[in-house]
């Protein structure tokens, strides 16, 4: 009954229809802003056989500048994009025909709504400030261009995945997205640990995009297309178990890349690459991918309350799974990806909660691109002055030796725990207020997930810059070069005044075209009393660090008589574990029997008959004895058979 | 009445075959090959008078005309083996074998 209603409200045309107008003026260079990133990547990785030394010198600052270029024009189209009137927000442009197939043609289509331009300022901004900052961070590499080569790759992948008006084009930047994942995770190969990360990163990813294949595959087998437009026209005839199959497909794709439970064990491993490549992965790109696939699928996911709920759960898992591992981890960045985790855990919270949440969900992603960056970039500022070592419990007191890293950090912390005023505070307390008005315990346990990242980013913080010193003595912490300090305070910044994008129900309205328009639902309490708890409870979190953690001495080695829940967090609740025992063994068995089965069974019939037939013909051979008395003897005995057999037939 | 014919083209046959199955020198072989030939043709042409028409009689032209020129072959073979060896014997001539 619930379904029927909700099917027929979306032929009521409650669920806004693709429908892009031509582009025309600044619009008209959408491709260029995937194209500059992408040229770019040409340049650095192919052009070193012609010039080598030149790029070596100039690479960084043109892989750089290809991306700033990109912001540039985001920026200018995004406010023509505001000039414009609600009906003319979608800009589509077709550069060519991809390739016809039989009944599927698939153009190399772009779309620009509220929705991809947010993301276009996001991936590029964000993404041109980490470019600045690895100049300095990786000045000291030998490899520098390359690594700049891989960043623009990345860049332009998640353009084509965000710009693309149909899904295989998002599937194209979906797969180059996890290419250049692998290559720059896997980028200091000579480190074992580095490689076997990629490599983890790169088949836990191939599970997800095996669920986007397929789901484009159902698409064609049912709407006959992949453009966004076509199937938000038409998804409302589609029979209900065909969406929920979408929707359920679509959220497998979402878990692989966004690193949601089950699919999460790759994210933490991934921080073995260089720090800017983190912060690119799990601020501006990459994790991002999951929740605009599934707000851009809003035209399914609000027709299969089934797939909502599968995302809800999903979500709520992983946004406490990875606030768990938070707790636990020594390794900065580590502590900081399970921070990632569960912070997306919120996006997907409220993309999965239907058109009340699609914009929260855009919003936090937003905050969240600020302030994770800025929070990254800081760790990488303070290894880059500790030696590049990465386990808190040898920093402590490092405020008075790294003031800008320290200060630019402490917004970004104050952002991520919702201190009120900052970015993540109006960002996350929307998210909550949005679940408790859904539901009740999905609600509770996201405020759950507050107090516990206000536990674990106060931990950090006081391991990190108060406490006593714990480093070692030829460690001389030092604050970082002005390359890497302007992006941190551009980072602390927007961190602080992320917020103002909430203002007036900017985005929400700004969105709508894209996600529709939610029809209202009271919250059990007051948004102001929500909030007042909210805040209460990640008071409480902080305050419980401050006694666990700021109170007391912390060791330089981590303790190990510790309790069952802290060692199943350190290791990481057992996520490779459960892999190891439910996937990994039970396809090794199956290997290993297919494997015994082919040497027994398939290699026994071949070679078993062959040897057969070998064996008889050395047999048979003798009696080719090279007397021609004997052949005469054979071919007098076979005439005489003929014979008595004409006979038999003749007299019989 | 042509029953004798066939009778004496069997045992003729019959000889011939014997002889190339028992005897060793290649000259001998031929001759009892050339004598089961004969008695072929001795009974195509006993069944074409039995029949009153020439169908054997012609085989048995066509049977002399391949039995001359197998002659000339066979004979050529037998004088180089012989050359060669010094030996008829066709037991002596067995290295073509597995």
Redesign the interface.
């Known amino acids: 009954m619930n379904l029927q209603t909700i099917v027929l409200a979306a032929e009521g045309g409650a669920i806004p229809v693709v429908h892009p107008v031509d582009a025309d003026g600044v619009f008209s260079l959408l491709w260029l802003i995937i194209a500059l990133p992408l040229a770019g990547a040409v340049v650095l990785l192919l052009g070193g056989a012609l010039a080598p030394r030149a790029l070596d010198r100039v690479g960084h600052w043109l892989g750089t500048a290809t991306v700033a270029g990109s912001f540039g024009l985001s920026l200018a189209m995004f406010v023509s994009l505001l000039g414009r009137s609600e009906e003319e927000r979608q800009v589509g442009q077709h550069l060519y025909t991809w390739f016809e197939v039989g009944g599927l043609d698939v153009g190399m289509d772009l779309l620009y709504d509220p929705l991809s331009a947010l993301f276009l300022l996001l991936i590029t901004g964000v993404g041109a400030l980490i470019h600045v900052y690895s100049i300095g961070y990786m000045e000291h590499d030998a490899r520098r261009r390359r690594f700049f080569g891989y960043l623009n790759l990345f860049v332009a992948a998640m353009l084509v995945l965000v710009l693309s008006a149909n899904y295989l084009g998002v599937f194209l930047g979906w797969e180059g997205v996890g290419l250049a994942s692998y290559l720059l995770i896997g980028f200091w190969q000579h480190k074992h640990s580095a490689a076997a990360a990629a490599k983890k990163a790169f088949v836990i990813n191939r599970v997800g995009d095996i669920g986007l294949s397929l789901a484009i595959a159902l698409m064609f087998t049912t709407f006959g297309t992949t453009d966004f437009a076509a199937i938000s026209e038409s998804a409302g005839d589609a029979s209900q178990g065909t969406l929920n199959a979408l929707g359920l497909l679509l959220l497998l794709a979402a878990c692989g890349k966004s690193a949601q439970v089950p699919l999460q064990a790759w994210l933490l491993d991934a921080m073995e690459g260089p720090t800017p490549v983190s912060a690119l992965i799990h601020a501006a790109t990459m994790v991002t991918a999951g929740v605009y696939l599934v707000v851009r699928s809003n035209f399914i996911y609000d027709l299969t309350p089934t797939a909502q709920t599968a995302v809800v759960i999903v979500a709520t898992v992983t946004l406490l799974w990875g606030a768990v591992l938070g707790c636990a981890k020594d390794d900065i960045k580590k502590a900081l990806a399970g921070s990632t985790m569960s912070q997306i855990g919120y996006m997907m919270l409220a993309a999965g909660l239907g058109p009340a949440g699609y914009p929260f969900a855009i919003f936090h992603l937003l905050t969240h691109g600020f302030f994770k960056a800025n929070m990254f970039l800081g760790a990488g500022s303070v290894m880059h002055g500790m030696n590049d070592d990465v386990d808190m419990r040898h920093y402590g007191g490092l405020s008075k030796y790294m003031p800008v890293t320290f200060l630019t950090f402490a917004m970004g912390y104050l952002a991520i725990i919702g201190f009120p005023g900052f970015s993540g505070f109006w960002s996350k307390d929307k998210i909550i207020e949005t679940a408790l008005a859904e539901n009740l315990v999905v609600g509770l346990c996201a405020l759950l997930g507050a107090g516990i990242t206000g536990f674990y980013m106060t931990r950090l913080m006081l391991m990190t810059f108060f406490t006593e010193k714990r480093w070692a003595d030829d460690v001389h912490p030092h604050e970082s070069p002005r390359l890497m300090t302007v992006p941190l305070i551009v980072l602390a910044a927007l961190s602080v005044l992320g917020g103002v994008l909430i203002l007036n129900d900017f985005i929400v309205d700004f969105l709508a075209p894209v996600t529709g328009v939610a029809e209202h639902h009271e919250p059990p309490l007051a948004p102001l009393v929500i909030t007042l708890i909210v805040t209460l409870v990640v008071a409480a979190g902080v305050a419980a660090a401050w006694f666990l953690v700021g109170k007391r001495d912390i060791p330089r080695e981590a303790p190990q008589d510790v309790s069952f829940a802290t060692r199943a967090a350190r290791a990481d609740l057992y996520g490779d574990a459960i892999n190891e025992g439910l996937v990994v063994q039970p396809g090794r068995r199956l290997v290993g029997g297919l494997a015994t089965f082919d040497r027994v069974g398939v290699d026994g019939v071949v070679e078993g008959g062959s040897a057969a037939v070998g064996g008889m013909s050395g047999v048979l051979r003798r009696v080719q004895n090279g007397f021609v008395r004997s052949y005469a003897l054979s071919l007098l005995g076979g005439a005489l058979l003929v014979v008595l057999a004409l006979l038999a037939v003749n007299l019989a | 009445m042509t029953n004798e014919y066939i009778v004496l083209s069997a045992i003729l046959f019959t000889i011939g ?1 014997v002889g ?3 005897r ?1 020198n290649a000259i001998v ?1 031929f001759m009892c090959v050339e004598l089961m030939l004969n008695a072929c043709n001795l009974a195509l042409v006993t069944f074409a008078k039995q029949h009153g028409n020439l169908d054997g009689q012609i085989a048995a032209f066509f049977v002399m005309v391949v039995a001359a020129a197998e002659v000339v072959i066979g004979l050529a073979i037998i004088m180089t083996i012989f050359r060669t060896r010094r030996s008829a014997s ?2 002596d ?6």
């Open positions: 075959c190339v199955l028992t060793r072989v066709v037991d001539a067995s290295l073509l074998k597995y």
